[in-house]
């Protein structure tokens, strides 16, 4: 098995000892099915580089960047946490739902460690 996909991977290891691999998108679409929860992927292109809040693409955004910082608009967020955001905006319009005060609330709570 190569590096990458044993990193994508569950490793569940059975009373002889013996390993088996379950990819993770499979694990994460039965645990999702388990709670009737839904999975909708979304194309990662500019997640990162995004602005959540007006759209601006910023280009000179490096990876060692690790706040992101709007020249458009003056939004600065942490990068990960604006990234959370483009993929919720991006999921939500595989659903045609627009993006409220309620998801930016809930992504905050969740990226600050919150339960809900
Ligand atoms: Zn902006």
Redesign the pocket.
């Known amino acids: 098995m190569r590096q990458k996909d044993r990193i994508s991977s569950i490793r569940l290891v059975g009373q002889n000892g013996a390993a088996i691999y379950i990819p993770a998108a499979v694990m994460r679409e039965w645990k999702a099915n388990q709670h009737g929860r839904t999975i909708i992927r979304v194309d990662p292109h500019h997640t990162s580089k995004r602005?959540?809040?007006?759209?601006?693409i910023n280009h000179n955004l490096q990876l060692h960047h690790r706040t992101y910082k709007?020249?458009?608009?003056?939004?600065k967020a942490d990068r990960d946490y604006n990234a959370s955001l483009n993929i919720l905006q991006k999921g939500l319009e595989v659903l045609q739902k627009p993006l409220s005060a309620g998801h930016v609330e809930y992504m905050r709570e969740m990226a600050s460690g919150g339960s809900t």
């Not at 602005?51 to 601006?56: A, F, T």
């Not at 709007?70 to 939004?75: K, L, T």
């Open positions: 602005c959540s809040r007006c759209g601006y709007c020249p458009n608009c003056g939004y």
